[in-house]
């Protein structure tokens, strides 16, 4: 009896956390996402190259950010569906 409430206890810790890994994932993902729309949507076109070329390297600097989040969403993925396992 004490080794079958032990399992059924292992077994919802890893439900836990296997959900607290995916909500995880889900938040950092959408967090990448909202940095890459931001980078796109309110950078404003300019006439002039100069001004061009430094919105161009403040986007390359938020697409790094929002790449960033979106790695560690697909480790947080990866480990949750590698518990599944």
């Known amino acids: 009896m004490a080794r079958a409430d032990t399992l059924a206890a292992d077994d919802r810790i890893m439900t836990a956390l296997r959900l607290s890994l995916t909500l995880v994932a889900m938040f ?3 967090l990448g996402a909202a940095l ?3 980078a796109a ?3 404003g076109v300019h006439d002039d190259i100069d ?3 430094r919105d161009i ?3 390359s600097e ?3 950010w929002a790449a960033a ?3 560690i969403a697909v480790v947080f993925s990866a480990v949750e569906r590698l ?3």
């Open 62 to 64: 938020w697409a790094a």
């Open 36 to 38: 890459g729309l931001y």
């Open 41 to 43: 949507a309110f950078m």
């Open 51 to 53: 001004p061009f070329l």
């Open 57 to 59: 390297h403040q986007q």
């Open 83 to 85: 518990i599944k396992l």
């Open 28 to 30: 950092v993902g959408s």
């Open 69 to 71: 989040a979106a790695c």
